[in-house]
């Protein structure tokens, strides 16, 4: 283990809690990425119990409780009660809270008040951006660009540090397949293997350097566990999964994050195996601290020890409180359940005195590690709130990491880019001007009203002189306005006079998102009926989708002969997407989640498993096959898919063995060519299927991917390696690792590949 790096004594020196104390805190100690576990700091240590024996019950409750602030029309402020709360010692943390001013005037409550003088911990929802908003996270994923992924999360964390901040609730590393459920915009896609890639570079992102350094914050990763598998894609629902299922999909990507260093954990709202997270000493307990060795603290998410009771698990908020507390619950979001009754449980026996010790050690030591005992104001710098937010880089950084997150689902004829000769353009659709749609949902304190460029804005500024861009919205992404005609007449004018039709559609942005469920993927309100009007002209059209899910488009994939899916894009989306349509930019995006035809083939992944009577192009016109009678079983998309405005072509797949022994490692290699016109960027996806275990397995597992970028002609050999570690699993009698046998492997720019080799794992 690396030593432990030390941060300079801050100029300011510590005033405040060495007279409560009787010593001074050592140097700020940090995490860092290389480093996930925290040496045993002597001095933190001998600090923290000298503070702890000083502390009563209540004051030790106090560091357990997470209230809210507000923000009202005329600025930030606390509910009636909290100030004194803070004041007395009841609340260690607050979310919600920002900004220099705002961030010093709470602290200053905490540290010259309080009886013992302990700052409080600020934290917030920094998501895909915190003043500068990135994608969408979905988006994000599909740039399948680890570098791009950590800067975003780097900026987003320097502003929110810069604003006050301590600590974000972020990432979200919830697999989910399902997208129906609204919160799948907020993850990574439906891939355990680059869902466990983007968690790691989000965690690095969001801390930097360290934990402590004053332009990171503490990463939070959530939601454990397994949210994402919500019945009914209904938010809030139950889950029931098999343990296997439970190991070997979602709770991998929670891992990759805490070995990145990520310093607390999140509960989810759902239930695992009958038990609310937020209760389940399994999760909290047996896998996070005695397997994982995690020696962070966990926080519950908004209310979540009191909805226990509704869910059934508990009698009232008491019991709840005591099950979340004895599960390894540290911190109540909210709730005020530790707040209100665990004084009494302590006394009662119900909640051991040494549980609380240590929920209040792991929070104290995480301010420690912030350095918040030198110095509780080193986040609140004015001047640095000043210099790092929305600068000329990070806006820059916001359009470019967009760009790479588009994906071209469709481009036929080379419709895109948008022919030079082209001089008049008609923006159509209710998210053609739109700014509070751009920057999506969880967007901080991103500007919804005057920041975001919008695409009509974007092509305007990009069409360059001659060129005439209309608008008209002319249709609703309003649920109610199905069947609805106003507003066509002015678009169909508008479109009709011009020479090229660009159809800006998708979804509000509150309806994906948390709590932002639906039963039907298509476009919502009248935008498709408004869309097959525009085809009828007879005009090029290109669809822009924005949205924050996989949509069911089955019509347009049909008849639209460009498609581009920009998610939301973010503060600079606009700009972003005239990139791409004009050809600036050549789209490299790959979906990190399947498209189906329809709601019906929910859920529709691509690492699903075969069945005793699969489907196959051989077996067409047998009756009892897995296969509906409508649609076909493919999706609309594959996980993987995307286009590029050049043409890659793949040689055979070349290994340098074909069998390998337990500890051995083989090499998979092919040469891409760019075959087109332009430079271009494609991603290397490398695919296995193991053939034969002692327990059922994925038809497609991704093992392996890299974006590679060539030039016109250019030829270029990719090479990975796979080793008997990446084909393990949880087999039969859940034990974890390989099995001897055969593996086809597959190398491609899709997920559905048909071309592959065969290799071995021997005995």
Do not use: C
Not at 64 to 89: C, F, K, V
Not at 304 to 310: A, D, F, H, K
Not at 386 to 391: D, I, L, R, S
Not at 724 to 742: C, I, K, N, Q, V
């Amino acid at each position: 283990m690396k030593a432990i790096h030390l941060l300079a004594a801050t100029a300011l020196a510590w005033s405040l809690a060495p007279a409560a104390l009787g010593q001074t805190p050592a140097p700020v100690a940090q995490r860092t990425a290389a480093n996930p576990g925290w040496q045993d700091d002597a001095r933190m240590r001998a600090f923290i119990d000298e503070l702890m024996a000083k502390m009563t019950l209540d004051e030790k409750i106090g560091q357990m409780t997470l209230l809210t602030s507000d923000w009202l029309s005329t600025g930030p402020g606390l509910r009636e009660g909290y100030e004194e709360d803070i004041a007395a010692g009841k609340v260690g943390a607050i979310f919600n809270a920002h900004s220099v001013a705002y961030t010093r005037k709470l602290q200053t409550l905490a540290v010259e008040r309080t009886r013992l003088k302990i700052p409080l911990l600020f934290g917030y929802d920094v998501i895909h951006g915190h003043r500068t908003i990135f994608p969408i996270s979905l988006g994000e994923a599909a740039s399948w660009d680890m570098e791009a992924i950590e800067k975003a999360a780097r900026i987003s964390a320097i502003e929110g540090a810069a604003e006050g901040l301590h600590w974000t609730f972020a990432p979200m590393v919830d697999i989910s397949r399902d997208p129906r459920w609204g919160r799948i915009s907020e993850g990574a896609g439906e891939d355990v293997y680059l869902g466990s890639r983007i968690a790691t570079a989000r965690v690095k992102g969001i801390q930097g350097k360290g934990i402590g350094h004053t332009d990171a914050l503490i990463a939070t990763v959530k939601h454990f566990a397994a949210y994402g598998a919500a019945q009914a894609g209904r938010d809030y629902h139950t889950v029931d999964m098999s343990m296997r299922e439970l190991r070997d999909t979602y709770l991998p990507p929670f891992k990759a994050a805490l070995d990145a260093g990520a310093g607390t954990v999140m509960t989810s709202f759902n239930e695992i195996d009958g038990v609310p997270a937020s209760g389940s000493h399994f999760l909290l307990t047996d896998v996070l601290r005695n397997e994982w060795g995690f020696k962070g603290f966990v926080v519950t998410d908004y209310t979540s020890i009191n909805e226990m009771v509704p869910h059934g698990y508990s009698k009232d908020d008491k019991q709840a409180g005591e099950q979340a507390a004895n599960a390894g619950v540290d911190m109540d979001m909210q709730g005020a359940v530790y707040l209100n009754h665990l004084a009494k449980s302590v006394a009662e026996g119900r909640v051991p005195m040494a549980t609380v010790d240590a929920a209040v050690r792991r929070i104290l030591e995480m301010k420690y590690r912030l350095g918040l005992f030198q110095d509780p104001y080193r986040f609140s710098d004015a001047a640095r709130e000043k210099a790092n937010v929305m600068t000329p880089a990070f806006l820059e950084a916001a359009r470019d990491v967009a760009r790479k997150s588009m994906v071209l689902l469709k481009n036929d004829g080379d419709t895109l880019p948008l022919a030079a000769s082209a001089r008049s353009i008609a923006v159509i659709g209710p998210l053609g001007n739109s700014k509070a749609d751009m920057i999506g949902s969880w967007a901080a304190q991103g500007d919804r009203k005057e920041k975001p460029v919008t695409v009509l804005e974007g092509i305007r500024a990009r069409a360059g002189k001659g060129v005439t861009v209309s608008y008209a919205g002319g249709a609703s992404y309003n649920f109610a306005d199905a069947g609805k005609t106003d507003g066509f007449a002015e678009a169909i004018a508008a479109a009709r006079g011009a020479d090229v039709i660009v159809a800006a559609m998708g979804e509000y942005w509150d309806h994906t998102g948390e709590a932002a469920s639906r039963t039907s993927l298509d476009l919502p309100g009248n935008q498709e009926a408004l869309l097959k009007e525009l085809k009828a002209l007879g005009k090029p059209i290109v669809l822009v989708l924005l949205s924050g899910r996989p949509n069911s488009i089955p019509w347009a994939a049909d008849n639209i002969p460009a498609i581009l899916h920009a998610w939301y894009p973010g503060t600079m989306g606009g700009h972003a997407v005239a990139d791409v349509l004009f050809g600036d930019y050549n789209p490299s995006g790959k979906l990190p989640v399947t498209f189906p035809r329809n709601v019906g083939q929910v859920p529709i992944f691509y690492n699903m498993k075969n069945t005793g009577r699969p489907y196959t192009a051989e077996k067409q016109g047998q009756k009892y096959l897995s296969r509906y009678l409508d649609v076909p079983n493919s999706p609309q998309w594959p996980f993987g898919h995307g286009l590029s405005y050049t043409s890659f072509s793949y040689s055979p797949v070349t290994l340098d063995r074909t069998t390998i022994r337990p500890g051995e490692a083989l090499t998979a290699s092919v040469t891409l060519t760019n075959g087109g016109r332009r430079a271009g960027t494609e991603i290397v996806q490398l695919y296995t299927h193991d053939l034969v275990g002692s327990v059922t397995r994925p038809v497609r597992e991704l093992k392996g991917f890299e974006r590679v970028t060539l030039k016109p002609g250019e030829t270029r050999k990719v090479t990975f390696r796979i080793s008997e570690s990446d084909l393990a699993f949880h087999r039969a009698d859940m034990s974890y690792g390989a099995e001897a046998g055969d593996f086809d492997l597959y190398i491609g720019g899709t997920s559905d590949l048909t071309q592959g080799v065969r290799f071995t794992l021997s005995e």
